[in-house]
């Protein structure tokens, strides 16, 4: 199937050339390691994570299924699959791939466990690509989903107006629909938070930007309202 320029190719290919697939993965990195934790990830598992970005999260899991299981990254950047791709730490058991979670290079019913960690909501169309998450998952297989921009997180609405490509603001009850009507079962929500101290440091060196207009703001994503995780079964 073909698809036009997704305008997001374009955007986070300046992203990693920026370093910033870096500073993505070290900011996510304290939640997703409590996601991973959750999908009870064993060895010989098939794997895929969605928008992975430098990859990051595609190693962690490669290395919990190793030896026979395999972990994949697809990403619609190929500057972040180039980065991801370049990491001297890739595990033999991981793969990635210049893709479109709306046409995902993988056959049906092929993975147990997908992950999608701050890509969904700028998908062209989300329901397209959970339509496609659903056809390459076993049954019995579950979908994760992480979002920080989500209309019960007011300090990330501003987001669509600083970032220069369409993002869709989902409420955490659309979320499971979107989940249910793309197939999936047993629809769930929660919040993650980053456990990580907020040092004295951090609060002397804040400056306002990205929603967060005053240090309490940080405080109270941080230590309240957190990341949102919707996750299902086929
Ligand atoms: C905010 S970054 C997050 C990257 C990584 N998951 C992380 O946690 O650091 C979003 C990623 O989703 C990718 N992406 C956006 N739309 C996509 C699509 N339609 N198909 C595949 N990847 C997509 C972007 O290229 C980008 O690398």
Redesign the pocket.
Known sequence: MM?PM?P??L???E??AAGR?ES??R???PM?SQILGRMQLAPGLACL??????G??VREMARRVAPKGWAYG????PR?IEQACQNPQNPVNSQFQV????CLPFADESMDRL??????Y???DPLM?LAEFYRVARPGATVWL?VDFYQENPYSHCWADLVEIPMHLYAQQEYMALMTQAGFHSVQVDRVLNPTPLTPEEQANFKPGWGYERWQDVVDFRTRIGSLLVWGQK
Request: hydrophobic share 55%.
């Open positions: 698809f997704n997001a190719a955007l986070f290919d992203w990693a697939d993505m993965a900011g996510h990195w997703v994570d969605v928008g992975c970005g430098n990051y999260a697809v990403d619609v950047a972040m893709s479109q979670a709306e992950l999608s960690v701050e890509a969904l700028y998908m062209p690509a992480m």
